[in-house]
C-alpha cells in the first residue's frame, strides 16, 4: 500500500462501496429532507403543495414536543448513569478470580443477545405485570400493593428494561480495560500507602477513563433511537410519559399518517443528535487522543 | 532503622513450595543483593518481605517487631519496580507526590521533598512531564524519587535495571550506589545479573529454588564459594570444573578454577588443549579450550594482546593457590 499506483488502484477498487454507501445515506436525507417541507398526508390524496417552515412549525410547537425531548434525554441519562456505574461495579467483581468464571461472564454478556422487543416483552409480562409477574407476586406474598410499573413508573420502568440490556455491554468493555491496568502500579500504589478507594479512585479511574468515554459515547449514539421497548411496552403512554423523540415521529407519520410532519421530525432529531454529538465530543472526547 | 530479620519463612502457591523455610538477618544500612537464575524465588522473598504476598509460616520482623501481618504501606519500606510502575496519568510530580499525598502529609513539606528530590536525581526540569515523554533512565529515576520523599526505613529493588540498555544500566549501577551512601539507609536488591550483585552489594545472598545457597561479601563468595552452584554462578565468565582423574588427584570429586586463574603458553604446562573459540575483547581475551580432560570447553582469561587463533595447540598451567576443591556432594573442601 505504498507505492503511487498501489494507491490509485486501492481508491479505483473501494470507490463503488464508498458511492453506495453515499448513494445510501443521502437519497433517504434528501427525500427527508424534502418532504418535510411539503403538506404530505397519506390520509388526503390529491396533490402535496410546499408547505415552507409551517410543519417544523407545528411539530415544535406541539406540547408532546417538549415532553419528548424531556423524555429522551431522561432515558439516555437514567440508562447511562446506570450502565457505567453498574458496569464498573460489575467489572470490578468479575475481575477477581473465582469458580466457573468463563461461564459466568458468558452469562453477563448474554442479555446483550437478546432483541429489544423479546427482552421489553420478558419483561412487560413476567416480571413487571401486577398480577402475574414476579415482582407483583412477591409483593402480593408479603402483603404489600404490587406496583403497576408501566402505569404508576412508565419512564423508570423502561429505563430499568432498557439498562438491562446495555449493562452486559458497559462491562464487558470495562472489564477488558480493567484486565489491560498493570497489576505492578496497584502494587506500587498499596506500598504507597493507598488503600482501596484510593487505588480506585486515583489509579483504576483514570486508567478506564477512555473505556468509559467508549462506553457513553456508543451507547448515547444507539440510546437517542430507543423504540422497539417503547413500542411494546406503554405505546409511548401513559400521556405523553414516555414518548421520546424517535416514538413520537414514529407517532406523527405512522399514526397520524403525516409524512410531512413526521419528515419535520426527522430533520429535527438528526439536528438534535449532531448537537448532542458534538456537546459529548468536546466533554469527554479529549480522553480520546491522550 | 531497617534491620529486618526472617525467622523460618515459607511461602507455598498451593501445594508448591516455592520457598522453604529459610532464615535471614539484614542489617540497618546494608545493601543487600538477592541474586539467583530466574525462577529461584528472590523476586517472591521480596515481596514477602514488602507484603505483597503473604507467607506461607515463619515471621518477619522489622527493627524488632512483629511485621508479619503489616499490610505492605505500614511497613515503612518503599519499592522500586521492574516495570516501574509509574502512574501514566499524572506529572512527575504528582508521581513523586503521590505517597505523601496518600500520607496527608502538608502542603509545605510535600513541595519541599519533591524539589530536593528532584535536585538530587536530576529531575527539576521535567517535574511537570508525563511518564510516557521520558526516558527509560529518566523513568527509573522517578520510580526511585517516588521511594526517597517517603524516607522509609528500607528500599527494595525488584531487578531496577533490566530494561535499561547497557551502557544506562552501568550509570543507573553507580547512581544507586551513590545513593546507598548518601542515606545510608538499608537496600534490598534483586537481580539476576551476577555483576550487579558484585558491584553493588555490601552481601550477596545467593539463591537457588529457594535455597539460601551462601551469604556474603562479594569478594568472599568470589574467593571462597561454599558448592559448586555459588562457584558457577559468580564470576564471569564462569568456573571451569573438572572431574574425574584430574580432580581425584587433588583428593576431591571436582575441582574448580576460575578462568582467570590459568597461565596460557604455547610451549609447556601440564595440560594440552586446542582453541575453539578465542573472543578478543581488547583488554581480555576469552578462549575456549577444547581437549582437556573432564571439562570441555574449558575457558581460560588471557591478557588482550595474546596471540592464538583457532586451531592452536596451547598448554594451560593452574596456580594452585586458586584451585577450589569440591566433595561429592557438591559441597567446598577446605
Given at each position: 500500500?505504498?507505492?503511487?499506483?498501489?494507491?490509485?488502484?486501492?481508491?479505483?477498487?473501494?470507490?463503488?462501496?464508498?458511492?453506495?454507501?453515499?448513494?445510501?445515506?443521502?437519497?433517504?436525507?434528501?427525500?427527508?429532507?424534502?418532504?418535510?417541507?411539503?403538506?404530505?398526508?397519506?390520509?388526503?390524496?390529491?396533490?402535496?403543495?410546499?408547505?415552507?417552515?409551517?410543519?417544523?412549525?407545528?411539530?415544535?410547537?406541539?406540547?408532546?414536543?417538549?415532553?419528548?425531548?424531556?423524555?429522551?434525554?431522561?432515558?439516555?441519562?437514567?440508562?447511562?448513569?446506570?450502565?457505567?456505574?453498574?458496569?464498573?461495579?460489575?467489572?470490578?467483581?468479575?475481575?477477581?478470580?473465582?469458580?466457573?468464571?468463563?461461564?459466568?461472564?458468558?452469562?453477563?454478556?448474554?442479555?446483550?443477545?437478546?432483541?429489544?422487543?423479546?427482552?421489553?416483552?420478558?419483561?412487560?409480562?413476567?416480571?413487571?405485570?401486577?398480577?402475574?409477574g414476579i415482582f407483583g407476586r412477591?409483593?402480593?406474598?408479603?402483603?404489600?400493593?404490587?406496583?403497576?410499573?408501566?402505569?404508576?413508573?412508565?419512564?423508570?420502568?423502561?429505563?430499568?428494561?432498557?439498562?438491562?440490556?446495555?449493562?452486559?455491554?458497559?462491562?464487558?468493555?470495562?472489564?477488558?480495560?480493567?484486565?489491560?491496568?498493570?497489576?505492578?502500579?496497584?502494587?506500587?500504589?498499596?506500598?504507597?500507602?493507598?488503600?482501596?478507594?484510593?487505588?480506585?479512585?486515583?489509579?483504576?479511574?483514570?486508567?478506564?477513563?477512555?473505556?468509559?468515554?467508549?462506553?457513553?459515547?456508543?451507547?448515547?449514539?444507539?440510546?437517542?433511537?430507543?423504540?422497539?421497548?417503547?413500542?411494546?411496552?406503554?405505546?409511548?403512554?401513559?400521556?405523553?410519559?414516555?414518548?421520546?423523540?424517535?416514538?413520537?415521529?414514529?407517532?406523527?407519520?405512522?399514526?397520524?399518517?403525516?409524512?410531512?410532519?413526521?419528515?419535520?421530525?426527522?430533520?429535527?432529531?438528526?439536528?438534535?443528535?449532531?448537537?448532542?454529538?458534538?456537546?459529548?465530543?468536546?466533554?469527554?472526547?479529549?480522553?480520546?487522543?491522550? | 532503622?531497617?534491620?529486618?530479620?526472617?525467622?523460618?519463612?515459607?511461602?507455598?502457591?498451593?501445594?508448591?513450595?516455592?520457598?522453604?523455610?529459610?532464615?535471614?538477618?539484614?542489617?540497618?544500612?546494608?545493601?543487600?543483593?538477592?541474586?539467583?537464575?530466574?525462577?529461584?524465588?528472590?523476586?517472591?522473598?521480596?515481596?514477602?518481605?514488602?507484603?505483597?504476598?503473604?507467607?506461607?509460616?515463619?515471621?518477619?520482623?522489622?527493627?524488632?517487631?512483629?511485621?508479619?501481618?503489616?499490610?505492605?504501606?505500614?511497613?515503612?519500606?518503599?519499592?522500586?519496580?521492574?516495570?516501574?510502575?509509574?502512574?501514566?496519568?499524572?506529572?512527575?510530580?504528582?508521581?513523586?507526590?503521590?505517597?505523601?499525598?496518600?500520607?496527608?502529609m502538608s502542603r509545605e513539606e510535600?513541595?519541599?521533598?519533591?524539589?530536593?528530590?528532584?535536585?538530587?536525581?536530576?529531575?527539576?526540569?521535567?517535574?511537570?512531564?508525563?511518564?510516557?515523554?521520558?526516558?527509560?533512565?529518566?523513568?527509573?529515576?522517578?520510580?526511585?524519587?517516588?521511594?526517597?520523599?517517603?524516607?522509609?526505613?528500607?528500599?527494595?529493588?525488584?531487578?531496577?535495571?533490566?530494561?535499561?540498555?547497557?551502557?544506562?544500566?552501568?550509570?543507573?549501577?553507580?547512581?544507586?550506589?551513590?545513593?546507598?551512601?548518601?542515606?545510608?539507609?538499608?537496600?534490598?536488591?534483586?537481580?539476576?545479573?551476577?555483576?550487579?550483585?558484585?558491584?553493588?552489594?555490601?552481601?550477596?545472598?545467593?539463591?537457588?529454588a529457594g535455597v539460601i545457597e551462601?551469604?556474603?561479601?562479594?569478594?568472599?563468595?568470589?574467593?571462597?564459594?561454599?558448592?559448586?552452584?555459588?562457584?558457577?554462578?559468580?564470576?564471569?565468565?564462569?568456573?571451569?570444573?573438572?572431574?574425574?582423574?584430574?580432580?581425584?588427584?587433588?583428593?576431591?570429586?571436582?575441582?574448580?578454577?576460575?578462568?582467570?586463574?590459568?597461565?596460557?603458553?604455547?610451549?609447556?604446562?601440564?595440560?594440552?588443549?586446542?582453541?575453539?573459540?578465542?573472543?578478543?575483547?581488547?583488554?581480555?581475551?576469552?578462549?575456549?579450550?577444547?581437549?582437556?580432560?573432564?571439562?570441555?570447553?574449558?575457558?581460560?582469561?588471557?591478557?588482550?594482546?595474546?596471540?592464538?587463533?583457532?586451531?592452536?595447540?596451547?598448554?594451560?598451567?593452574?596456580?594452585?593457590?586458586?584451585?577450589?576443591?569440591?566433595?561429592?556432594?557438591?559441597?567446598?573442601?577446605?
Amino acid at each position: 500500500m505504498s507505492t503511487k499506483a498501489s494507491r490509485s488502484a486501492a481508491k479505483v477498487m473501494i470507490s463503488p462501496a464508498v458511492l453506495l454507501l453515499l448513494g445510501w445515506m443521502l437519497v433517504p436525507l434528501c427525500l427527508t429532507l424534502y418532504f418535510s417541507f411539503l403538506r404530505y398526508n397519506l390520509l388526503q390524496i390529491g396533490d402535496t403543495p410546499f408547505a415552507g417552515w409551517e410543519n417544523y412549525y407545528w411539530f415544535i410547537t406541539d406540547p408532546s414536543f417538549k415532553a419528548a425531548i424531556k423524555n429522551t434525554l431522561v432515558l439516555v441519562g437514567g440508562v447511562l448513569a446506570i450502565t457505567t456505574v453498574g458496569g464498573l461495579f460489575a467489572a470490578i467483581l468479575l475481575d477477581r478470580p473465582m469458580f466457573g468464571t468463563g461461564i459466568i461472564r458468558i452469562m453477563v454478556i448474554a442479555p446483550f443477545f437478546v432483541m429489544p422487543t423479546v427482552s421489553a416483552l420478558v419483561w412487560k409480562n413476567m416480571f413487571m405485570n401486577p398480577v402475574n409477574g414476579i415482582f407483583g407476586r412477591v409483593a402480593t406474598s408479603l402483603g404489600f400493593q404490587p406496583v403497576d410499573f408501566f402505569g404508576q413508573i412508565p419512564m423508570a420502568s423502561i429505563i430499568m428494561i432498557v439498562s438491562w440490556t446495555w449493562l452486559p455491554f458497559a462491562t464487558l468493555i470495562l472489564l477488558t480495560a480493567l484486565q489491560s491496568l498493570d497489576q505492578e502500579q496497584l502494587e506500587a500504589a498499596e506500598m504507597d500507602g493507598a488503600g482501596w478507594w484510593n487505588r480506585f479512585w486515583f489509579i483504576m479511574l483514570p486508567h478506564l477513563a477512555r473505556a468509559i468515554t467508549v462506553v457513553i459515547l456508543i451507547q448515547t449514539i444507539f440510546l437517542l433511537s430507543i423504540f422497539a421497548e417503547i413500542l411494546v411496552t406503554t405505546n409511548g403512554g401513559p400521556g405523553t410519559a414516555t414518548t421520546n423523540l424517535t416514538y413520537l415521529i414514529y407517532v406523527s407519520s405512522l399514526l397520524q399518517f403525516d409524512v410531512g410532519m413526521g419528515s419535520a421530525g426527522g430533520v429535527i432529531a438528526i439536528i438534535l443528535a449532531n448537537i448532542v454529538a458534538i456537546f459529548l465530543m468536546r466533554m469527554i472526547g479529549r480522553n480520546l487522543d491522550a | 532503622m531497617g534491620r529486618i530479620q526472617l525467622k523460618r519463612v515459607q511461602k507455598k502457591f498451593g501445594d508448591v513450595e516455592v520457598i522453604p523455610p529459610l532464615d535471614l538477618e539484614i542489617e540497618d544500612g546494608e545493601f543487600v543483593v538477592f541474586v539467583g537464575p530466574s525462577g529461584c524465588g528472590k523476586s517472591t522473598l521480596l515481596r514477602l518481605i514488602a507484603g505483597l504476598e503473604d507467607t506461607t509460616s515463619g515471621t518477619i520482623e522489622i527493627d524488632g517487631s512483629d511485621a508479619t501481618a503489616t499490610p505492605p504501606a505500614k511497613r515503612g519500606l518503599a519499592m522500586v519496580f521492574q516495570s516501574y510502575a509509574l502512574y501514566p496519568h499524572m506529572s512527575v510530580r504528582r508521581n513523586i507526590a503521590f505517597p505523601m499525598r496518600m500520607a496527608k502529609m502538608s502542603r509545605e513539606e510535600q513541595d519541599r521533598r519533591i524539589e530536593a528530590a528532584a535536585r538530587s536525581l536530576n529531575l527539576t526540569e521535567y517535574l511537570d512531564r508525563r511518564p510516557g515523554q521520558l526516558s527509560g533512565g529518566q523513568r527509573q529515576r522517578v520510580a526511585i524519587g517516588r521511594a526517597i520523599v517517603r524516607e522509609p526505613a528500607a528500599f527494595l529493588f525488584d531487578e531496577p535495571l533490566s530494561n535499561l540498555d547497557a551502557a544506562l544500566r552501568v550509570g543507573m549501577r553507580m547512581e544507586i550506589s551513590e545513593l546507598h551512601r548518601k542515606l545510608d539507609t538499608t537496600m534490598i536488591y534483586v537481580t539476576h545479573d551476577q555483576v550487579e550483585a558484585m558491584t553493588m552489594a555490601d552481601k550477596i545472598v545467593v539463591l537457588h529454588a529457594g535455597v539460601i545457597e551462601q551469604v556474603g561479601s562479594p569478594l568472599e563468595l568470589y574467593r571462597h564459594p561454599r558448592n559448586l552452584f555459588v562457584a558457577g554462578f559468580i564470576g564471569s565468565p564462569k568456573m571451569n570444573f573438572i572431574e574425574g582423574d584430574e580432580a581425584a588427584g587433588h583428593g576431591a570429586h571436582a575441582i574448580g578454577i576460575r578462568p582467570e586463574h590459568v597461565d596460557v603458553s604455547t610451549t609447556e604446562g601440564p595440560w594440552r588443549g586446542t582453541v575453539g573459540v578465542a573472543e578478543h575483547l581488547g583488554s581480555d581475551t576469552f578462549i575456549h579450550i577444547h581437549g582437556i580432560p573432564g571439562c570441555d570447553p574449558f575457558t581460560v582469561r588471557a591478557p588482550g594482546d595474546v596471540a592464538v587463533s583457532h586451531g592452536d595447540a596451547v598448554f594451560l598451567t593452574p596456580s594452585a593457590p586458586h584451585i577450589h576443591r569440591f566433595d561429592a556432594k557438591g559441597l567446598r573442601i577446605a
